[in-house]
């Protein structure tokens, strides 16, 4: 009962932090992308604050998931919560990894497409990059290397 009360709060809130030219906006972006008007509303069920998301960055994270990894734009109304990751330093770094593993066949590029976005960082290390022993060192650079970029940093280390 409290999950149902708390998605119906979360609901609620999102709704009333929008107004209506900016809730067009984001289901005409959504609607661009082909979704329906049925799968944006069970995608607001499941995930209110995916309403909270900018049309910029429903368009940039859009993008990159269906013309630079090959997925389906409607993967992401499966795991709506992906959509308020950072571009930069979570989705790209993580999706470099992902597709090391696909080109090297060890992972399937269809295999629990969301999972690598959604995991905590400490599960995807442990089972994305470090997960990997005759290519861990080649992961743990490339994904550092993704890491740094996005941050601006010199040089993070994964231990």
């Given amino acids: 009962m409290l999950k149902i009360f708390t998605t119906t709060a979360l ?28 799968q944006i509303l069970e995608t607001f069920k499941k995930h209110p604050f995916c309403m909270l ?40 770094p993580r999706a470099s990894v992902v597709q090391f593993l696909i080109s090297k066949g060890l992972r399937r590029k269809d295999a629990g497409v969301y999972t690598p976005f959604v995991v905590s960082e400490k599960l995807f290390v442990e089972k994305f990059v470090k997960g990997f022993e005759e290519h861990s060192s080649d992961l743990i650079k490339l994904y550092e290397e993704k890491l740094n970029l996005a941050d601006g940093r010199n040089g993070i280390q994964l231990v």
């Fill in 11 to 38: 609901a609620f809130l999102a709704k009333r932090s929008a107004t209506k030219a900016q809730w067009d906006e984001k289901v005409e972006t959504f609607k661009k992308w082909g979704w329906s008007d049925e």
């Fill in 53 to 92: 998301v900018s049309p910029s960055k429903i368009n940039a994270i859009m993008d990159f998931w269906v013309h630079h990894l090959g997925l389906d734009s409607l993967d992401l109304a499966r795991a709506p919560g992906i959509l308020q990751c950072s571009l930069e330093k979570r989705i790209i």
